[in-house]
Structures are given as structure tokens and as C-alpha cells.
Nanobody, 125 residues
Framework: VQLQASGGGLVQAGGSLRLSCTVS????????MAWFRQAPGKERTFVAG????????RTADSVKGRFTISRDNAENIVYLQMRDLRPDDTGVYYC???????????????????WGQGTQVTVSS
């Protein structure tokens, strides 16, 4: 199973981007998926996550009201809509998938057993 993240780029502060995470395997079954980001020299931090088969999602306080996570179960895609981007949103954005039963709160990267390659987001001031 491969996760392919895309949609990153260079944008001015206040702009928008939509990231996509596409799962290569049609029979893929996850229990949770999430977006994390990593700035240069810093740890990977939680951005947003959701449950794949039922309701439930969470967004980090730092992006609440600006970022929205959503899913398309039929196409096996998870989206991250980002609005009002700020320079401190800059980093590599990774999508992760949890393929076994999960009741966590999405925030720990160690909970995910599949990762995409990341997509760079750069926000200029």
C-alpha cells in the first residue's frame, strides 16, 4: 500500500492550497488517516486527522478554523483544504494511515503504520 501526497507548492500569506493523499490500493482499508507537517529542524507535528469508516475528526489548535480535513472513501483520497496560510505553516506535509483498529486521538505519529512521501508547502510573507 502506498500513499501519494500531492498539492503542495509556493503560496503567499493569506493564500490557499488543497493537499490530496491518494491510496494506491483499491482494497485498502484504514481506520484512521491524518496529516502531519514537519518544518526544517523540527519534529513532525499533528495537523488534522479523521476516522475512515465512521464519523470523527480532529484539527490542531494552530490550524483550527483555517484547515479542513475530509475524505472520499470511494476514491480512497484524503484532502486537506488550507486557507489563510501563514509563513509558519511552511513545511513538508505528510499523510499517514492507520490500518488496524484505532481509538486514539490522531495526534501521535507513532499510531500510523503507513506514510506518504510528503509534499512541500512554502508560504511567503
Amino acid at each position: 500500500v502506498q500513499l501519494q501526497a500531492s498539492g503542495g507548492g509556493l503560496v503567499q500569506a493569506g493564500g490557499s492550497l488543497r493537499l490530496s493523499c491518494t491510496v494506491s490500493e483499491r482494497t485498502f482499508s484504514a481506520h484512521a488517516m491524518a496529516w502531519f507537517r514537519q518544518a526544517p529542524g523540527k519534529e513532525r507535528t499533528f495537523v488534522a486527522g479523521l476516522r475512515w469508516k465512521r464519523a470523527g475528526s480532529r484539527t490542531a489548535d494552530s490550524v483550527k478554523g483555517r484547515f479542513t480535513i475530509s475524505r472520499d472513501n470511494a476514491e480512497n483520497i484524503v484532502y486537506l483544504q488550507m486557507r489563510d496560510l501563514r509563513p509558519d505553516d511552511t513545511g513538508v506535509y505528510y499523510c499517514g494511515a492507520r490500518t488496524t483498529y484505532y481509538i486514539g486521538d490522531f495526534q501521535d505519529p507513532r499510531d500510523y503504520d503507513r506514510w506518504g512521501q510528503g509534499t512541500q508547502v512554502t508560504v511567503s510573507s
